[in-house]
């Protein structure tokens, strides 16, 4: 794109040069879960969701050295690897990201309306050539889903872009819980999907019509793999240039949700024979109180029995039982993480 071509692209969008991107990490840049997981949801990169059934998946966060994307500013992107092969009709891939409520409500969006758009953008590529469907699905209300084709050729990265319009039935809650489903599904079974399935249009959602019926069979495919990064989410219905920004920006945007705390922090009893306690304070506000999960050892004394003696979205305060502890002694908390995902 010209740089012409981009500043009309910016005007058309009626949006800001900054805070464009509803979407969160998508240079698929933080990964504090680790960068690679089999396990069917988050585990890999932040933010976005690798769900699957009657298939076996690896996600994991890969590296950019040539091609569209790199030349494109992107040194990141998430990689679906298919370890197994079925034909099973309930067999499904999606990878996706839940859009808080109150980030898609007050963007400047008239989910309502028709004549209101959104534009959804990124990367993608595919082992196996064929035609993959974006998925939409608002969460509040009665359920609306909106899908759309996507034509790859084998091994090819390609930049996708839709336009997306508002629809009378759409709800959106101004608050902090699930607003928006938005992704693309490698794959999905004949369960989940209809021959008369109408794309391009919104429609109360039915788990058994999301998209047409797909033409390739990823999930019985050995070893496919499915890539997407630089994905973008803006008003308007034109799609402006990808809003890259600094690592720390993005990781701090990554812990609303996710907070991985580094093994070495300790807490010390201030008094002998009491109970000890720590307060581990989150470096950003979280979304909600989290699910709080870690390893608590003692440096000395009773090990006694580790419990969460308060949770909120701003801090957790853990303490031991054991009232034999010495002045100084400390408890060195791992594996600790605190989850407040949608």
Known sequence: MSKAAELAALIGSQSALSDRNIIINGAMQVAQRGTSSTASGYGSVDRFKSEFSGVSVTHSQESLSSGGPYDS???????????STSSATSAFLQMYQYIEAQNISTNGWKANSSSSF???SFWVRSSLAGTYFINLRSLDGTSQNFSSPVVLEAATWKKASLSIPGNSGITIANDNGQGLFIGIAPYYGTDYTTSGHTAGAWAAYSGSNITPDYSQNWANTASATFDITGVQLELGEQATPFEHED???TLAKCRRYLYVAPQHIGYTGSYTNVAPSGTIQFPTDMRAAPTVTGTYTPQSGNAGTFSIASINYSYVHVWNSANNWSTGVGILVSDFKADAEL
């Open 73 to 83: 500013g992107f040194r990141y992107f998430l990689r679906a690897t298919n370890t």
């Open 118 to 120: 959104i534009n959804y």
């Open 247 to 249: 690592y720390g920006t």
